[in-house]
């Protein structure tokens, strides 16, 4: 599982790279992130992709942000 989620880490930040901005990449690189337990990380795009002009990426960013921040202290709460 790990190396898929590698992979579709790589292939998101190819993605952000093309076209930064893109909230919705953003989000993507964000749950990556949590599954692979990097919580800065996801932490980081969570809060970039809440900056989203579209408030369905914009909420789930900002829903998964408030999420992972207050799992960072408590057991592992993983998303997706």
């Not at 914009?58 to 592992?76: G, K």
């Amino acid at each position: 599982r790990e190396s898929y989620l590698l992979d579709a880490q790589k292939q998101f930040a190819a993605a952000w790279e093309a076209n930064p901005g893109d909230h919705a990449v953003a989000l993507k690189l964000g749950v990556v992130h949590n599954l692979l337990s990097q919580d800065r990380e996801a932490l980081r795009w969570f809060r970039l992709a809440s900056e989203s002009a579209d408030p369905a990426v914009a909420d789930q960013a900002l829903q998964s942000y408030r999420i992972s921040r207050r799992s960072t202290n408590a057991p592992r709460r993983r998303f997706g």
